[in-house]
């Protein structure tokens, strides 16, 4: 079974800053994918993100990017030139090749102007 | 292209009464899923679809939930009789297939209180 740990319920950064938020994991798998996906409020979650673990080299989407530390079991989403629509709820989600996509139970960003 | 659709958006019923969901999944995604999202935690997979046979339905009480999705393309979910632990917002999502390689698109979302 899958398990995700999400330590930070909240977070906040200023405009322009950027900011890490953290997850450890843990899966009997040995290929699976990482994921973050954002939840703004009253809006739909949408993927930002994607690692595949066989990969060493760490993923990147304009401004979000990853920290994959396999043997850690770690996947922190680094967000950088935080803008005010990166304010949402982030989750961390683990998915082996037959298990179901688990969620951790999000951090709440806040972005300051 | 359409994103996933579900109805309706809020619900309000009193204990002990029946409701039903309706997703509407992405043109072509084989796989369809339906997670719960109780305040202040991360969506939990109540059900999944491969076309119209069940994947995991592990999480599902069966006792009160049912789910269908007879010709592999929209689903409903119902609960009866409902119960107070379960007002949540209820998501659909969909992908190509189960594999991690494809992203989950989800819906708009079905906030159902139970009072």
């Known amino acids: 079974a899958q398990t995700v740990t999400q330590s930070q319920p909240e977070m906040s950064v200023q405009e322009a800053e950027t900011v890490t938020l953290s997850c450890t994991y843990d899966?009997?798998?040995?290929?699976?994918?990482l994921f973050w996906y954002k939840q703004p409020p009253s809006r739909q979650m949408i993927l930002v993100i994607r690692?595949?673990?066989?990969?060493?080299q760490n993923a990147t989407e304009n401004r979000f990017s990853v920290n994959f530390q396999k043997a850690a079991k770690s996947f922190s989403l680094k967000i950088s030139d935080s803008q005010l629509g990166d304010a949402a709820m982030y989750f961390c989600?683990?998915?082996?090749?037959?298990?179901?996509?688990?969620f951790g139970k999000g951090t709440k960003l806040t972005v300051n102007p | 292209e359409a994103g996933v659709a579900q109805s309706p958006r809020y619900k309000i019923i009193e204990k002990r009464q029946s409701v039903a969901f309706w997703c509407n999944p992405i043109?072509?995604?084989?796989?369809l899923y339906w997670y719960q999202q109780i305040l202040g935690q991360g969506p939990k997979l109540l059900i999944q679809?491969?076309?119209?046979?069940?994947?995991?339905d592990s999480q599902l009480p069966k006792d009160r939930f049912s789910a269908e999705r007879l010709k592999g393309v929209d689903s409903t979910l119902k609960i009866q009789p409902a119960k107070l632990e379960d007002s949540a917002v209820y998501l659909c999502?969909?992908?190509?297939?189960?594999?991690?390689?494809?992203?989950?698109?989800f819906g708009p979302g079905t906030r159902l209180t139970v009072t």
């Open positions: 999502a969909s992908s190509l297939s189960a594999s991690g390689l494809y992203e989950q698109y």
């Open positions: 899966t009997s798998e040995s290929d699976y994918y």
């Open positions: 690692q595949e673990a066989y990969k060493q």
């Open positions: 989600a683990p998915k082996g090749g037959s298990e179901k996509l688990v």
């Open positions: 043109s072509g995604h084989a796989t």
């Open positions: 679809f491969q076309n119209n046979g069940v994947v995991d």
